[in-house]
């Protein structure tokens, strides 16, 4: 888990954290973990509504289709590289993998 604000802001960490309460799932180090369990539960004041915040879009006929995902995608070249380098890791992995198999047998 990196916070979005940098290393530099003090309280961004759990300030992030704390926003994003209620997500399904969430990886925290346990630091930020220690520093969250000596704070209130009053610090959680802010739930989204998905009805109102999450699900709004500002063009309310946008419809998601695999046209307009390719479109972002391709604007999205962090996202794009990011992808490439886990597949280029998986790819070396797996072939050490498979030598070490081969090996074996």
Request: aromatic content about 8%; hydrophobic content about 40%.
């Amino acid at each position: 888990w990196r916070p979005s604000r940098g290393a530099g802001v003090d309280g961004a960490e759990v300030d992030e954290i704390l926003a994003l309460a209620g997500v399904d799932e969430m990886t925290i180090p346990p630091p930020l973990l220690e520093i969250l369990a000596s704070r209130p539960a009053s610090d959680v004041v802010h739930e989204v509504n998905a009805q109102s915040e999450g699900a709004t879009c500002i063009v309310p006929d946008f419809k998601f289709t695999e046209e307009s995902y390719k479109m972002y995608w391709e604007a999205d070249g962090c996202g794009m590289d990011k992808l490439n380098e886990g597949i280029a890791a998986f790819t070396a992995e797996t072939k050490k993998l498979s030598d070490i198999l081969k090996k074996k047998f």
